[in-house]
């Protein structure tokens, strides 16, 4: 089983900055050689997209929407995924997700993910 347990994001207004993390546990996930972890978010009505992704290599993939403001980072030792948002803007606003899977390829694609947190809401306004 693998549990992952997100941090409380917030309300920022235009321009801040945000952390969110993500705890991840569970005999399964230790057992992961190749894995991903990374973040999404939803708007209602739209379909979950991806956000950022880490693997067990640290390499690290962004959207477009938010490269150069966000960073995804991964602590071994704590079992915890980060992602530190900079710069952060109205069209941001959505309810993230953190995930992990077993294997490093396809880390971007939301639905090759098996496990997944209870989701996060970041509100940032104008």
């Known amino acids: 089983q693998v549990r992952l347990v997100e941090s409380e994001g917030g309300s920022v207004q235009s321009g801040g900055s945000l952390r969110l993390s993500c705890a991840v546990s569970g005999a399964t996930y230790s057992g992961f050689r190749r894995y991903c972890a990374g973040w999404f978010r939803q708007t209602p009505g739209k379909e979950r997209e991806a956000v950022a992704s880490?693997?067990?290599?640290?390499?690290?993939g962004y959207a477009d929407s938010v490269s150069g403001r966000f960073s995804i980072s991964l602590d071994n030792a704590k079992n915890t995924v980060y992602l530190q948002m900079n710069s952060l803007q109205p069209l941001d606003t959505a309810m993230y997700y953190c995930?992990?899977?077993?294997?490093?390829?396809?880390?971007?694609?939301?639905?090759?993910?098996?496990?997944w947190g209870q989701g996060t809401q970041v509100t940032v306004s104008a």
């Open positions: 995930a992990v899977k077993p294997g490093n390829s396809d880390c971007l694609v939301p639905w090759k993910y098996n496990y």
């Open positions: 880490v693997d067990n290599d640290g390499r690290t």
